[in-house]
Protein backbone atom coordinates (compact mmCIF):
# COMPACT_ATOMS: atom_id res chain seq x y z
CA UNK A 1 0.00 0.00 0.00
CA UNK A 2 1.63 3.14 -1.30
CA UNK A 3 -0.25 5.51 1.07
CA UNK A 4 0.16 5.78 4.25
CA UNK A 5 -2.21 3.94 6.87
CA UNK A 6 -3.32 7.10 7.91
CA UNK A 7 -4.78 8.43 4.74
CA UNK A 8 -5.72 5.07 3.68
CA UNK A 9 -8.26 5.06 6.17
CA UNK A 10 -8.74 9.09 6.30
CA UNK A 11 -9.71 8.03 2.93
CA UNK A 12 -12.05 5.47 3.84
CA UNK A 13 -13.68 7.53 6.35
CA UNK A 14 -14.41 10.39 4.08
CA UNK A 15 -15.65 7.83 1.61
CA UNK A 16 -18.10 6.35 4.25
CA UNK A 17 -19.55 9.93 5.31
CA UNK A 18 -20.50 10.39 2.00
CA UNK A 19 -22.10 7.06 1.42
CA UNK A 20 -23.95 7.38 4.67
CA UNK A 21 -25.63 10.93 3.83
CA UNK A 22 -26.76 8.52 0.48
CA UNK A 23 -28.12 5.84 2.39
CA UNK A 24 -30.16 8.13 5.13
CA UNK A 25 -31.99 8.79 2.33
CA UNK A 26 -32.66 5.87 0.55
CA UNK A 27 -36.03 4.29 0.15
CA UNK A 28 -37.05 1.15 1.49
CA UNK A 29 -37.18 -0.39 -1.61
CA UNK A 30 -33.82 0.22 -2.88
CA UNK A 31 -31.57 -0.33 0.09
CA UNK A 32 -33.88 -4.26 0.06
CA UNK A 33 -33.31 -4.41 -4.12
CA UNK A 34 -29.76 -3.57 -3.00
CA UNK A 35 -29.87 -6.45 -0.49
CA UNK A 36 -31.37 -8.83 -2.95
CA UNK A 37 -28.48 -8.03 -5.94
CA UNK A 38 -25.96 -8.90 -2.58
CA UNK A 39 -27.77 -12.24 -2.62
CA UNK A 40 -27.24 -12.89 -5.75
CA UNK A 41 -23.74 -11.75 -6.20
CA UNK A 42 -23.00 -14.04 -2.80
CA UNK A 43 -24.85 -17.15 -4.64
CA UNK A 44 -22.99 -16.94 -8.06
CA UNK A 45 -19.60 -16.41 -6.07
CA UNK A 46 -19.86 -19.32 -3.24
CA UNK A 47 -17.41 -21.64 -4.88
CA UNK A 48 -14.74 -18.39 -4.73
CA UNK A 49 -15.45 -17.44 -1.55
CA UNK A 50 -15.51 -21.24 -0.07
CA UNK A 51 -12.08 -21.28 -1.59
CA UNK A 52 -10.86 -17.76 0.02
CA UNK A 53 -12.05 -19.58 3.19
CA UNK A 54 -9.88 -22.77 2.38
CA UNK A 55 -7.29 -20.25 1.97
CA UNK A 56 -7.24 -18.76 5.13
CA UNK A 57 -7.88 -22.01 6.89
CA UNK A 58 -4.85 -23.85 5.57
CA UNK A 59 -2.84 -20.76 7.11
CA UNK A 60 -4.47 -20.39 10.38
CA UNK A 61 -3.50 -24.28 10.76
CA UNK A 62 0.05 -23.42 9.84
CA UNK A 63 -0.24 -20.50 12.90
CA UNK A 64 -1.52 -23.14 14.95
CA UNK A 65 -4.71 -21.14 15.72
CA UNK A 66 -6.45 -22.67 18.72
CA UNK A 67 -9.67 -24.79 17.91
CA UNK A 68 -12.17 -21.86 18.83
CA UNK A 69 -11.03 -19.53 16.42
CA UNK A 70 -10.70 -22.51 13.95
CA UNK A 71 -14.18 -23.34 14.16
CA UNK A 72 -15.48 -19.65 14.15
CA UNK A 73 -13.03 -19.02 10.72
CA UNK A 74 -14.15 -22.09 9.20
CA UNK A 75 -16.77 -21.70 5.94
CA UNK A 76 -19.21 -24.44 5.11
CA UNK A 77 -21.68 -24.64 2.18
CA UNK A 78 -23.82 -25.43 5.37
CA UNK A 79 -22.97 -22.15 7.19
CA UNK A 80 -22.86 -20.37 4.10
CA UNK A 81 -26.23 -21.49 3.15
CA UNK A 82 -27.24 -19.97 6.55
CA UNK A 83 -25.54 -16.44 5.78
CA UNK A 84 -27.93 -16.61 2.97
CA UNK A 85 -30.73 -17.26 4.75
CA UNK A 86 -29.92 -14.69 7.58
CA UNK A 87 -29.93 -12.01 4.35
CA UNK A 88 -32.81 -13.12 3.21
CA UNK A 89 -34.53 -12.54 6.87
CA UNK A 90 -33.32 -9.00 6.66
CA UNK A 91 -34.71 -8.49 3.44
CA UNK A 92 -37.95 -9.54 4.86
CA UNK A 93 -37.96 -7.00 8.13
CA UNK A 94 -39.48 -4.26 8.67
CA UNK A 95 -37.64 -1.18 8.09
CA UNK A 96 -37.44 1.22 11.14
CA UNK A 97 -36.48 4.33 9.24
CA UNK A 98 -38.43 7.12 8.80
CA UNK A 99 -41.08 5.76 11.59
CA UNK A 100 -42.38 8.11 13.67
CA UNK A 101 -43.68 7.67 17.14
CA UNK A 102 -45.19 8.74 20.06
CA UNK A 103 -46.84 11.92 18.49
CA UNK A 104 -48.85 14.69 21.05
CA UNK A 105 -50.10 17.77 21.13
CA UNK A 106 -48.99 20.42 23.28
CA UNK A 107 -50.70 23.31 24.37
CA UNK A 108 -49.02 25.87 21.85
CA UNK A 109 -50.74 23.92 18.97
CA UNK A 110 -47.62 22.40 17.62
CA UNK A 111 -47.40 18.40 17.30
CA UNK A 112 -44.32 16.24 18.14
CA UNK A 113 -42.77 12.63 17.97
CA UNK A 114 -39.94 11.09 17.36
CA UNK A 115 -38.29 9.87 14.11
CA UNK A 116 -36.08 7.11 14.09
CA UNK A 117 -32.43 7.89 12.37
CA UNK A 118 -29.29 6.16 11.38
CA UNK A 119 -26.60 6.35 13.60
CA UNK A 120 -24.28 7.07 10.57
CA UNK A 121 -20.98 5.67 9.94
CA UNK A 122 -20.74 1.89 11.87
CA UNK A 123 -17.13 1.00 12.68
CA UNK A 124 -16.98 -2.82 13.07
CA UNK A 125 -13.27 -4.80 14.39
CA UNK A 126 -13.99 -8.38 14.63
CA UNK A 127 -12.13 -12.00 14.80
CA UNK A 128 -12.01 -14.83 12.47
CA UNK A 129 -15.72 -15.04 11.70
CA UNK A 130 -16.34 -14.22 7.86
CA UNK A 131 -19.96 -14.30 7.95
CA UNK A 132 -19.94 -11.72 10.21
CA UNK A 133 -18.83 -9.49 7.30
CA UNK A 134 -22.04 -10.09 5.71
CA UNK A 135 -24.40 -9.90 9.23
CA UNK A 136 -22.67 -6.43 9.93
CA UNK A 137 -23.10 -5.34 6.26
CA UNK A 138 -26.52 -6.27 5.36
CA UNK A 139 -27.78 -5.21 9.03
CA UNK A 140 -26.32 -1.62 8.11
CA UNK A 141 -27.67 -1.26 4.80
CA UNK A 142 -31.35 -2.16 5.78
CA UNK A 143 -30.80 0.64 9.07
CA UNK A 144 -29.68 3.15 6.44
CA UNK A 145 -25.95 3.31 7.82
CA UNK A 146 -22.68 2.66 5.95
CA UNK A 147 -20.54 0.52 7.56
CA UNK A 148 -16.18 -0.04 8.17
CA UNK A 149 -15.42 -3.26 8.45
CA UNK A 150 -12.11 -4.42 9.61
CA UNK A 151 -12.08 -8.11 10.01
CA UNK A 152 -9.06 -10.24 11.77
CA UNK A 153 -5.86 -11.15 9.52
CA UNK A 154 -6.50 -14.73 9.59
CA UNK A 155 -9.62 -14.34 7.42
CA UNK A 156 -8.62 -11.36 5.04
CA UNK A 157 -9.11 -13.93 2.15
CA UNK A 158 -12.75 -14.87 3.10
CA UNK A 159 -13.72 -11.28 3.81
CA UNK A 160 -12.03 -9.43 0.80
CA UNK A 161 -14.39 -12.79 -1.79
CA UNK A 162 -17.33 -11.86 0.58
CA UNK A 163 -16.59 -7.47 -0.07
CA UNK A 164 -16.25 -8.22 -3.73
CA UNK A 165 -19.64 -9.66 -3.67
CA UNK A 166 -21.57 -7.03 -1.59
CA UNK A 167 -19.95 -4.24 -3.66
CA UNK A 168 -21.15 -5.59 -6.99
CA UNK A 169 -24.56 -6.25 -5.50
CA UNK A 170 -24.18 -2.09 -4.08
CA UNK A 171 -22.97 -1.45 -7.88
CA UNK A 172 -26.24 -3.12 -9.70
CA UNK A 173 -28.70 -1.37 -6.98
CA UNK A 174 -27.21 2.09 -7.86
CA UNK A 175 -25.94 2.68 -4.31
CA UNK A 176 -22.67 4.02 -3.45
CA UNK A 177 -20.05 0.93 -2.98
CA UNK A 178 -18.70 2.90 -0.55
CA UNK A 179 -21.30 2.39 1.42
CA UNK A 180 -19.90 -1.31 2.76
CA UNK A 181 -16.25 -1.07 3.29
CA UNK A 182 -13.42 -3.80 4.12
CA UNK A 183 -10.19 -2.55 5.01
CA UNK A 184 -7.97 -4.24 2.75
CA UNK A 185 -4.51 -4.19 4.96
CA UNK A 186 -4.29 -6.73 8.28
CA UNK A 187 -2.14 -3.56 9.57
CA UNK A 188 -2.75 -3.38 13.09
CA UNK A 189 -2.19 0.31 12.98
CA UNK A 190 -5.68 0.60 10.99
CA UNK A 191 -7.68 0.11 13.93
CA UNK A 192 -6.08 2.61 15.67
CA UNK A 193 -7.14 5.19 12.75
CA UNK A 194 -10.62 3.43 12.57
CA UNK A 195 -11.68 4.21 16.61
CA UNK A 196 -10.56 7.80 17.00
CA UNK A 197 -11.74 9.08 13.61
CA UNK A 198 -14.81 10.87 15.05
CA UNK A 199 -15.19 13.25 12.78
CA UNK A 200 -16.44 10.17 10.19
CA UNK A 201 -17.13 7.12 12.66
CA UNK A 202 -20.54 7.28 15.09
CA UNK A 203 -19.97 4.10 17.09
CA UNK A 204 -17.94 1.09 17.29
CA UNK A 205 -19.03 -2.56 17.54
CA UNK A 206 -15.75 -4.40 18.22
CA UNK A 207 -16.14 -8.53 18.36
CA UNK A 208 -13.72 -10.57 19.50
CA UNK A 209 -11.84 -12.18 22.43
CA UNK A 210 -11.32 -9.94 25.50
CA UNK A 211 -7.99 -8.74 24.63
CA UNK A 212 -9.33 -6.80 21.51
CA UNK A 213 -12.63 -5.66 23.21
CA UNK A 214 -10.50 -4.34 26.51
CA UNK A 215 -8.09 -2.11 23.73
CA UNK A 216 -11.44 -0.50 21.92
CA UNK A 217 -12.98 0.03 24.75
CA UNK A 218 -9.97 1.81 26.31
CA UNK A 219 -8.70 3.53 23.40
CA UNK A 220 -11.86 4.27 21.47
CA UNK A 221 -12.91 8.32 20.88
CA UNK A 222 -16.01 6.72 19.55
CA UNK A 223 -18.82 5.51 21.01
CA UNK A 224 -19.07 1.34 21.07
CA UNK A 225 -21.52 -0.95 21.69
CA UNK A 226 -19.75 -4.21 23.15
CA UNK A 227 -19.75 -7.13 25.44
CA UNK A 228 -16.38 -8.27 26.88
CA UNK A 229 -17.30 -11.77 27.30
CA UNK A 230 -19.96 -14.28 27.68
CA UNK A 231 -19.61 -16.36 31.07
CA UNK A 232 -23.15 -17.86 30.77
CA UNK A 233 -24.93 -19.74 33.44
CA UNK A 234 -27.29 -22.19 33.75
CA UNK A 235 -29.36 -23.03 36.97
CA UNK A 236 -31.30 -26.31 37.77
CA UNK A 237 -33.65 -24.90 40.19
CA UNK A 238 -35.08 -27.49 42.87
CA UNK A 239 -38.16 -27.80 41.44
CA UNK A 240 -37.07 -28.38 37.96
CA UNK A 241 -38.14 -30.89 35.52
CA UNK A 242 -35.15 -32.51 35.73
CA UNK A 243 -35.88 -34.26 31.77
CA UNK A 244 -36.14 -30.62 30.37
CA UNK A 245 -33.09 -29.54 32.18
CA UNK A 246 -30.77 -32.66 31.15
CA UNK A 247 -30.72 -31.67 27.36
CA UNK A 248 -30.86 -28.03 28.13
CA UNK A 249 -27.70 -28.32 30.20
CA UNK A 250 -25.98 -30.51 27.00
CA UNK A 251 -27.28 -28.15 24.32
CA UNK A 252 -26.10 -24.88 26.23
CA UNK A 253 -22.13 -25.88 26.72
CA UNK A 254 -21.44 -28.58 24.04
CA UNK A 255 -23.68 -27.31 20.41
CA UNK A 256 -21.32 -25.60 20.04
CA UNK A 257 -17.86 -24.26 22.03
CA UNK A 258 -16.43 -21.48 20.83
CA UNK A 259 -19.54 -19.31 21.01
CA UNK A 260 -20.42 -16.25 23.30
CA UNK A 261 -23.58 -17.34 24.35
CA UNK A 262 -22.65 -21.08 25.03
CA UNK A 263 -22.88 -22.02 29.04
CA UNK A 264 -19.65 -21.85 30.97
CA UNK A 265 -20.92 -22.87 34.93
CA UNK A 266 -23.50 -24.79 35.64
CA UNK A 267 -25.24 -24.29 39.38
CA UNK A 268 -27.50 -26.58 40.45
CA UNK A 269 -29.69 -26.54 43.59
CA UNK A 270 -28.61 -28.31 46.51
CA UNK A 271 -31.54 -30.51 46.84
CA UNK A 272 -31.49 -32.26 43.05
CA UNK A 273 -28.15 -32.19 43.11
CA UNK A 274 -27.63 -35.96 44.05
CA UNK A 275 -29.70 -36.74 41.71
CA UNK A 276 -29.09 -34.63 38.71
CA UNK A 277 -25.27 -34.33 38.80
CA UNK A 278 -24.94 -38.23 37.62
CA UNK A 279 -26.93 -38.24 35.00
CA UNK A 280 -25.80 -34.97 33.63
CA UNK A 281 -21.69 -35.74 33.94
CA UNK A 282 -22.45 -38.65 32.11
CA UNK A 283 -23.99 -37.21 29.33
CA UNK A 284 -20.83 -34.71 29.55
CA UNK A 285 -18.57 -37.48 29.55
CA UNK A 286 -19.83 -38.83 26.80
CA UNK A 287 -18.84 -35.42 25.01
CA UNK A 288 -15.16 -35.40 26.66
CA UNK A 289 -16.11 -32.16 28.48
CA UNK A 290 -13.83 -31.46 31.81
CA UNK A 291 -15.58 -30.83 34.83
CA UNK A 292 -14.48 -28.46 37.59
CA UNK A 293 -16.24 -28.83 40.67
CA UNK A 294 -16.76 -27.11 43.98
CA UNK A 295 -16.62 -29.70 47.12
CA UNK A 296 -19.66 -30.46 47.35
CA UNK A 297 -20.00 -31.42 43.27
CA UNK A 298 -16.82 -33.38 44.29
CA UNK A 299 -18.55 -35.22 46.89
CA UNK A 300 -21.09 -36.35 44.47
CA UNK A 301 -19.29 -37.44 41.60
CA UNK A 302 -15.47 -38.55 42.70
CA UNK A 303 -12.87 -38.49 40.83
CA UNK A 304 -14.45 -37.56 37.52
CA UNK A 305 -14.35 -33.59 38.82
CA UNK A 306 -10.99 -31.86 39.30
CA UNK A 307 -11.20 -29.24 41.97
CA UNK A 308 -12.66 -25.68 40.93
CA UNK A 309 -10.31 -22.97 41.30
CA UNK A 310 -12.12 -19.15 42.25
CA UNK A 311 -10.65 -17.84 38.98
CA UNK A 312 -12.65 -20.69 37.31
CA UNK A 313 -16.08 -19.55 38.48
CA UNK A 314 -14.79 -16.33 36.07
CA UNK A 315 -13.50 -18.34 33.37
CA UNK A 316 -15.36 -18.33 29.40
CA UNK A 317 -13.46 -21.30 28.50
CA UNK A 318 -14.82 -21.44 24.71
CA UNK A 319 -14.02 -25.14 25.11
CA UNK A 320 -14.98 -28.50 26.53
CA UNK A 321 -14.56 -27.32 30.09
CA UNK A 322 -17.51 -26.82 32.32
CA UNK A 323 -17.34 -25.21 36.42
CA UNK A 324 -19.84 -26.83 38.54
CA UNK A 325 -21.25 -25.41 41.43
CA UNK A 326 -23.81 -26.67 44.22
CA UNK A 327 -26.28 -23.87 45.39
CA UNK A 328 -28.56 -23.88 48.12
CA UNK A 329 -31.22 -21.81 46.67
CA UNK A 330 -32.25 -19.21 44.16
CA UNK A 331 -30.84 -16.42 46.06
CA UNK A 332 -27.15 -17.98 45.85
CA UNK A 333 -27.60 -18.59 41.90
CA UNK A 334 -28.49 -14.82 41.47
CA UNK A 335 -25.64 -13.44 43.63
CA UNK A 336 -23.13 -15.82 42.29
CA UNK A 337 -23.73 -15.12 38.25
CA UNK A 338 -24.17 -11.28 39.31
CA UNK A 339 -20.58 -11.67 40.78
CA UNK A 340 -18.86 -13.68 38.26
CA UNK A 341 -21.09 -13.29 34.88
CA UNK A 342 -20.64 -11.33 32.49
CA UNK A 343 -24.14 -9.79 32.34
CA UNK A 344 -24.26 -11.66 28.89
CA UNK A 345 -26.85 -14.76 29.02
CA UNK A 346 -28.18 -16.55 32.16
CA UNK A 347 -30.96 -19.75 32.32
CA UNK A 348 -32.86 -20.61 34.71
CA UNK A 349 -34.46 -24.50 34.79
CA UNK A 350 -37.76 -24.40 37.04
CA UNK A 351 -41.19 -25.39 37.28
CA UNK A 352 -42.10 -22.84 39.75
CA UNK A 353 -43.18 -19.49 38.26
CA UNK A 354 -42.72 -17.27 40.99
CA UNK A 355 -39.02 -18.72 41.57
CA UNK A 356 -38.56 -17.74 37.48
CA UNK A 357 -39.79 -14.26 38.19
CA UNK A 358 -37.20 -13.73 40.94
CA UNK A 359 -34.35 -15.12 38.87
CA UNK A 360 -35.37 -13.14 35.87
CA UNK A 361 -36.06 -9.78 38.07
CA UNK A 362 -32.51 -10.43 40.40
CA UNK A 363 -30.14 -11.46 37.50
CA UNK A 364 -28.48 -8.47 36.00
CA UNK A 365 -27.93 -9.78 32.32
CA UNK A 366 -28.52 -8.65 28.83
CA UNK A 367 -30.46 -12.45 28.28
CA UNK A 368 -32.40 -14.11 31.12
CA UNK A 369 -34.21 -17.31 29.89
CA UNK A 370 -36.55 -19.97 31.43
CA UNK A 371 -36.50 -23.22 30.45
CA UNK A 372 -34.38 -23.04 27.48
CA UNK A 373 -30.67 -22.85 26.32
CA UNK A 374 -28.65 -20.12 26.30
CA UNK A 375 -27.58 -20.70 22.79
CA UNK A 376 -30.46 -19.12 21.53
CA UNK A 377 -29.34 -15.54 22.88
CA UNK A 378 -28.48 -14.97 19.06
CA UNK A 379 -29.63 -12.34 16.80
CA UNK A 380 -31.16 -14.67 13.96
CA UNK A 381 -32.83 -16.62 16.81
CA UNK A 382 -34.42 -13.68 17.75
CA UNK A 383 -36.16 -12.74 14.96
CA UNK A 384 -33.54 -9.57 14.54
CA UNK A 385 -32.55 -11.84 11.02
CA UNK A 386 -28.94 -11.25 11.95
CA UNK A 387 -26.84 -9.16 14.50
CA UNK A 388 -24.26 -7.12 14.94
CA UNK A 389 -23.35 -8.29 17.92
CA UNK A 390 -24.19 -8.47 21.14
CA UNK A 391 -24.50 -5.54 24.04
CA UNK A 392 -23.86 -5.99 28.00
CA UNK A 393 -24.56 -2.29 28.53
CA UNK A 394 -27.36 -0.66 29.71
CA UNK A 395 -27.01 2.36 27.38
CA UNK A 396 -28.63 2.52 23.89
CA UNK A 397 -28.55 -1.28 23.06
CA UNK A 398 -28.42 -3.96 25.34
CA UNK A 399 -28.57 -8.20 24.31
CA UNK A 400 -28.08 -9.28 20.80
CA UNK A 401 -28.03 -6.02 18.53
CA UNK A 402 -29.99 -5.64 15.16
CA UNK A 403 -31.63 -3.23 12.90
CA UNK A 404 -33.20 -1.01 15.79
CA UNK A 405 -29.80 -1.03 17.76
CA UNK A 406 -28.26 0.30 14.78
CA UNK A 407 -30.39 3.81 14.84
CA UNK A 408 -31.48 6.50 16.94
CA UNK A 409 -34.70 8.91 17.17
CA UNK A 410 -34.40 13.14 17.24
CA UNK A 411 -37.67 14.56 17.44
CA UNK A 412 -39.76 16.31 15.25
CA UNK A 413 -42.11 19.33 15.37
CA UNK A 414 -45.06 20.03 12.89
CA UNK A 415 -46.48 23.64 13.25
CA UNK A 416 -49.27 25.67 11.39
CA UNK A 417 -47.63 29.23 11.89
CA UNK A 418 -46.96 28.83 15.57
CA UNK A 419 -44.40 31.13 17.53
CA UNK A 420 -43.30 30.86 20.90
CA UNK A 421 -44.69 33.54 23.13
Not at 110 to 129: F, H, T
Amino acid sequence: MQESIEQYMQTVGQQARQASRVLARASTQTKNNALSAIYTALKNSEAAILAANQIDMAKAHQNNLDSALLDRLELTPARFKGMLQGLNDVISLVDPIGEITDMAYRPSGIQLGKMRVPLGVVGMIYESRPNVTLEAASLALKSGNAIILRGGSEALESNQAIATAIQHGLQVAGLPEAAVQVIKTSDRAAVGHLITMSEYVDVIVPRGGKGLIERITNEARVPVIKHLDGNCHVYVEAQADLLKALPIALNAKTHRYGVCNAMETLLVDEKVAAEFLPRVAELYQGKQVELRGCAETRRILGDQVVTASEEDWYTEYLGPILAVKVVSGVEEAIEHINKYGSHHTDAIITENYSIAREFMAGVDSSSVMINASTRFADGFEYGLGAEIGISTDKIHARGPVGLEGLTSQKWVVFGDGQIRQ
